[in-house]
């Protein structure tokens, strides 16, 4: 029975804790509000911050350890003086730091990079930031190493180079066991996004442009090469990230049946690179990239308004299609798109020279067409002038006008 009254009492003491805890919140006079109540219980029940006297002697021990080696229990002396909040700002800093550090130090890379990702979350303009930006670069680049290899494996192919899945040795604390590329673009991206003026903030840029780029994420790539172009003016990777850019966003477009704004923008940035860089104008193999690239941008603009006219004569819009068939024939003169437009123009002009215009694919409209063609009124012979029908006198507004001073009256 003893045993069981003691189990009944420490089942009922969170209750008495919850209720106490509800008494002080409802308490009348209180003089602090419920958010800050809330806080403060929170904090007393939940967090695991306190008081330590004694966090400048831990953290000396744990710089100690950090310097003899002994990585695992200088870790879990950083962490414990980095999680608890009432210890000063700095020591917190310093702490996580530290904390990320031992992780680096010890070959725990995936676990280092999520540490230096908490350091700079926390501490966004700390002492620390821009080391620990320069850590995480080392470990993407580290992690990198294995696409490169892949890229040089695979040279042989052409097109986009999908994703391969590799397993990994589950022994290697130094790289991810599962997603190691999405874990490379997760961390760069996290670099420039916190350091976007730093050192390697262009590289880690470039990288996450060009991966993209291979993959065949046109959009992602576009998105991270504009970037670089646009705020990394004196960075060395400049040029060949506008040569990537004009790429991308002539293959992010999706084809001519989509918005046409990335083609304009591609064509843009093509004017831009042969005013304002000389790297690629200098360059033979840059200049033949550059022409191939507007010769690509140009043919799919001609498709887009090609089929754009295609659109108005299969929907029975004749004259909208003559003028867009025009259209494509001098602006895009040379490719085959303007060829098929000069025939395509002539064929129809005939067609309404003749009284007969295309009636689309509205069946209504080819039913009107079919009925005026077989019962219509019979067509002049050629060489014949239809003549014009019979028109009465057109009057002037407010009446017949006098004749002026010594005209002559016309006959009837």
Known sequence: M???????????????????????????????????????????????????????????????????????????????L???????????????????????????????????????????????????????????????????????????????????????????????????????LEALDHIWTHDMTGPTADRALFWCGYVNFVRGNFQESDHFFSTLCEMHKESPLRPQAMAYAIQAKNNATGGAEYDGRKCAEALQLVHTAEATVPELTKNPEMVDKLTRAKFAIRYQQAEKDFRMAEYYE???????????????????????????????????????????????RDPFAIVQAKWKEVFNAPQAKPGEEAAPPDRPPVTPAGGPQPLPTGAVQPGP
Request: glycine content about 8%.
């Open 314 to 360: 299969r929907t029975g819009h004749p004259g909208s299609a003559v003028f867009y068939y025009e259209l494509v024939r001098r602006r895009y003169a040379g490719t085959r798109y303007s060829e098929l437009a000069g025939e395509k123009k002539e064929h129809l002009v005939a067609l309404m020279k003749e009284g007969k215009p295309a009636p689309g």
């Open 82 to 184: 980095a999680d608890n909040r009432s210890n000063p700002a700095g020591m917190l800093e310093d702490a996580r730091f530290m904390q990320a550090e031992c992780r680096y130090a010890a070959g725990e890379y995936p676990e280092a990079v999520d540490t230096y990702h908490k350091l700079l979350l926390d501490f966004p303009t700390g002492a620390h930031r821009r080391e620990a930006c320069g850590r995480m670069f080392e470990i993407c680049d580290y992690w990198l190493d294995d696409f490169r290899n892949e890229i040089t494996r695979r040279q042989d192919e052409t097109g986009v180079m999908k994703w391969r899945p590799e397993w990994k040795n589950p022994l290697d604390k130094t790289r991810p066991w599962l997603g190691q590329e999405g874990r490379t």
């Open 2 to 80: 003893a045993g069981s009254a003691e189990t009944s009492g420490r089942a009922t003491r969170p209750w008495l804790v919850a209720l106490a805890a509800a008494f002080a919140v409802l308490a009348p006079g209180c003089k602090t509000n419920f958010k800050e109540q809330g806080r403060a219980l929170r904090s007393m029940f939940l967090d695991s911050a306190y008081e330590d006297p004694e966090a400048q002697a831990k953290f000396a021990a744990a710089r100690a350890l950090y310097d003899e080696g002994n990585y695992s229990k200088a870790i879990k002396g950083f962490r414990e």
